[in-house]
């Protein structure tokens, strides 16, 4: 399967120490990749270097054979390449509608005023019309009116993917999409995550804890250790790796 993603030899020092050491990494288009490794192990900076908010120190990030090595972030999702935050990056005082409304408004590169204001009665219905799509394939449809911020917490984080979604992305980043849910909305957003690739065509990479999702979601996953790459393959060959049952895992019970 072609590769619509890989990181080729990339490294990022900070001060000397590596972040990121000599990553090589491909993802075929159409797959849930997982990216997993405890706190300092290099996920985080990774999806900088892939989203362009970081310029890697060397080595080559490469989206559909083109290098998209530290450009700019807002560059790299016009083609694309797009990123979700662990908190929510929502308007809290407007609508869940408007919130997506003004994702498709800045991805087409208007300013944040008139994102909010609205560009001419004729653009704004057919935005209305496609942030209501979205909002229908999210399931928040019926929120359209409510302000973001007296949304439920797994809603909010859904509605962060909806915002990511009114994008474009062909390739959508997600950090630690479960993240402080319930079971019930956790749940939830796994449905979520493997729509948007069933039915959008959308390719996902996601960095997460939660292991049981990580193992029951994602088709390869790659591990970090100190920003070395420690390992790659199918959960089943991740899961039963002594190196990462040891470093990460604890015993093979915890992904069971």
């Known amino acids: ?42 996920k985080t900076t990774s999806f900088n ?16 054979d083109l290098d998209i090595s530290g450009r700019d972030a807002s560059e790299v ?11 929510p990056a929502l308007f809290g005082e407007f609508t869940v509608l408007r919130n997506v409304m003004v994702a498709r408004h800045l991805h087409a590169k208007e300013g944040l005023l008139q994102a909010i204001l609205g560009s001419g009665r004729a653009m704004e219905a057919e935005n209305e019309r496609k942030a209501m799509d ?20 797994g809603h909010q984080r859904a509605l962060n993917v909806a915002a ?13 999409p479960v993240a402080g849910m319930n079971p019930v909305e956790t749940e939830a957003m796994t449905k979520l995550i493997r729509r948007l690739r069933d ?4 390719t996902i990479i996601l960095v997460e804890h939660d292991m049981r999702t990580v193992m029951g979601l994602c088709e390869q996953v790659t591990v970090l250790d100190f920003g ?3 390992a790659e393959g199918t959960p089943k060959e991740i899961a039963s790796d002594p190196r990462v049952i040891e470093a990460y895992l604890g015993s093979e019970d915890t992904v069971a």
Do not use: H
Not at 79 to 85: M, P, Y
């Open 77 to 87: 999702a016009e083609l694309g390449v797009v990123r979700t935050f662990q908190r």
């Open 49 to 64: 270097l892939i989203s362009g908010a970081l310029k890697p120190t060397a080595g080559q990030v490469l989206f559909r």
């Open 199 to 202: 039915e959008r065509g959308i």
């Open 228 to 230: 070395k790459k420690l």
């Open 1 to 42: 399967m072609t590769a619509i993603l890989r990181t080729e030899q990339v490294s990022m020092y900070f001060g000397g120490v590596a972040a990121v050491d000599n990553l090589t990494m491909e993802v075929p288009e159409g797959e849930i990749r997982g990216l997993i490794g405890p706190n300092g192990a290099g």
């Open 164 to 176: 990511a979604l009114a994008t474009e992305p062909v390739v959508l980043m997600l950090d630690e």
């Open 134 to 153: 979205i909002l229908e394939f999210i399931g928040l449809a019926e929120f359209a009116e409510m302000e973001a911020a007296n949304l439920p917490y």
